[in-house]
């Protein structure tokens, strides 16, 4: 395969260099045709698409090009998932070779399957080396929940409110159900699996005397549920380190540590989702690395393929025996070009010094964001580490009311100054390309302050 190692970090620069660049009215022409003779057939969209339906044919590093010529700062990679860039050329060109040469060899061990276990296997800390390939991020949960029965032949879950695991039963069983109106991922909860809230700096249901946040009332909690809500049979806790869906919410310093000490007590695995907040984007390889805590069992997706669909369910080496009992075959699980893909991006973080860039540039982020919350009247809290960021729009800074039209507005004026992302109602979410530079990054903050901006004038706070 040919050599990638010496590409220059900036290899998307040179085509960043003028973006945004609209030319046309957003969605333009041809996205408006091409997305309704989509739609015609393809139901259950997202809402940001239905709110902003435009046709993208091209990414580049931190450029997306719709069908229009229109040219966009990417503020979301993809969903999480191209985090490298768009088209890393040092991972296409992986794919690329095992696209050409062996594209599926069922669970038999290829050469690419050989290096990834071994890299895997020394960057992941505390003996988390026990390893399953999957194709995509909810199967892998599946399997983390199969995993977790098997070490402990236990058979309940407890998970938390506002997480978000996939859409598969025991993935949605680890999640909110309701998802009001007519959407639902119901009708009912799978048996065995129970939610509790975790806590939400911003929104938080129990605190201490001078008003912060009371972590030990949420674990006192949890140890009392263990015996009065559940028949006394929990596997695991079902966590996300940080929540991505739920708008970027970081638990308090002393949550995990707090939480594993509960789980150790009790004789119960903590399971850790990292498919949106790991391999890097955070700043760590596992966003619970900044708490020093070593899960049981870690998933990853998302960033682990840069855009190949790939996922992985790690257990610790002492419990790898058990996942014999829970067979790591699928049809597609492993294959050489979903080796090739993980395995050069975990080795582009490495060379390129990602981790550095995203603790570096992320700082930069937060300190634009506080100053943001500062002047406006609507962004009411901000939070994140790395580049898994969020702002929560409220009617009022001291009701907290959310404000969902104020998020749809400031929603589709950025995308119409040319910034791809990902907000969902009164949250904007941002989860730019780890490889993002202070000067992009701030191009994109811009765009967001302007929207605020026209929208607080619009909707009379200003
Ligand atoms: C934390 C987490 N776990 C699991 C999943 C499911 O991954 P997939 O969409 O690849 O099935 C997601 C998807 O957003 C996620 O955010």
């Given at each position: 395969m040919k050599n990638m190692n010496k590409l220059s970090k900036d290899w998307w620069k040179e085509r960043a260099m003028t973006i945004p660049d609209i030319k046309t009215e957003l969605p333009g022409p041809k996205s408006k045709v091409m997305h309704a003779n989509t739609a015609r057939y393809m139901k259950g969209l997202s809402t940001q698409v239905k709110l902003f339906p435009v046709c993208f044919e091209e990414g580049f590093g931190i450029t997306l090009t719709d069908v229009d010529g229109n040219r966009y700062l990417d503020f979301s990679s993809g969903i999480y998932v191209t985090s490298l860039g768009h088209c890393h050329p040092k991972v296409s060109e992986a794919i690329a070779f095992w696209a050409k040469k062996l594209m599926n060899a069922h669970d038999f061990t290829t050469p690419v399957k050989e290096k990834l276990m071994e890299k895997m296997a020394s960057v992941l800390p505390g003996r988390l080396n026990a390893i399953q390939l999957y194709s995509d991020g909810a199967t892998a949960v599946e399997a983390a929940i199969r995993a977790a029965r098997a070490i402990t032949n236990k058979h309940e879950f407890i998970s938390a409110y506002r997480d978000f695991h996939g859409k598969t039963l025991a993935a949605v069983s680890s999640a909110r159900m309701n998802r009001g109106g007519t959407l639902s991922y119901g009708p009912t909860r799978a048996p065995g699996f129970y939610m509790v809230p975790r806590p939400d700096p911003y929104r938080p249901l129990w605190t201490k005397a001078d008003g912060t946040i009371d972590t030990d009332a949420y674990i006192r909690f949890y140890e009392q549920f263990l015996t009065e809500g559940t028949v006394g049979n929990i596997a695991a806790f079902v966590l996300e380190p940080a929540q991505g869906w739920a708008g970027s919410i970081f638990p308090p310093d002393d949550f995990f540590p707090k939480l594993k000490a509960l789980c150790e007590k009790h004789d119960i695995l903590l399971y850790d989702d990292e498919i949106l907040a790991g391999m890097g984007r955070t700043g760590e390889w596992l966003t619970l690395d900044h708490w020093n805590v070593i899960p049981d069992i870690v998933t990853f997706g998302k960033s682990f393929g840069n855009g190949f669909p790939v996922t992985a369910m790690v257990v610790r080496e002492e419990n790898?025996?058990?996942?014999?009992?829970?067979?790591?075959?699928?049809?597609?699980?492993?294959?050489p070009m979903a080796c090739a893909a993980a395995l050069a991006s975990i080795e582009v973080i490495e060379e390129e010094g990602i981790l550095q860039n995203v603790r570096e540039v992320g700082n930069s982020f937060i300190k634009r964001m506080n100053k943001m919350k500062e002047q406006h009247p609507i962004i009411g809290d901000v939070k994140g580490k790395g580049f898994l960021l969020g702002m929560e729009l409220v009617k009022d800074k001291k009701t907290k009311e959310p404000f969902d039209e104020a998020g749809k507005l400031v929603y589709q004026k950025a995308f119409r100054r040319g910034l791809a992302w990902i907000p969902a109602g009164h949250i904007l979410r941002m989860s730019p390309p780890l490889i993002m530079d202070e000067k992009y990054a701030m191009v994109g903050m811009d765009i967001i302050e302007d929207a605020i901006t026209e929208v607080e004038k619009e909707l009379g706070y200003k």
């Open positions: 790898g025996e058990a996942l014999e009992k829970i067979s790591a075959s699928s049809s597609y699980g492993g294959n």
